[in-house]
């Protein structure tokens, strides 16, 4: 996923940002398994690293959609990562959806997990 208009604090359009998943390790306990996490990064418009955000929680983690978080003046003020968690290693759950807010600079807003299913969300996005 990617947006091609990064926004700074002034509105101004100062890069790119990107985001998917990524192998962080194998873990080897009683079963062997992929830790998979997710990663957004911003690169300025000369392609130059601005920042990264890295995501992971659970045994597999995957990004499920990427868009712009908006304030009450509908000025853009960061980024939403929705994310699949699959499998809880500490508690074992069902799958759940998660959303987790960005700041313009790499920083978690909030995070909060929501009730609804893959079909549900599908229609919404």
Known sequence: EYILKGYNDKQEINGFVSAGTFLKETIKEENEYNDIQ???VKYDKQ????WEYDYGKTKEDKLYYLTYSYNNEN????YIIYVDKTYNKEEQQEQ?????RIDLKGKIIEEKELNLTNTILNKVI
Request: no cysteine; charged share 25%.
């Open 47 to 50: 392609g130059k690293l601005l």
């Open 75 to 78: 000025k853009i003020n960061g």
């Open 38 to 40: 997710i990663m957004l």
């Open 96 to 100: 759940k959806i998660e959303i987790v």
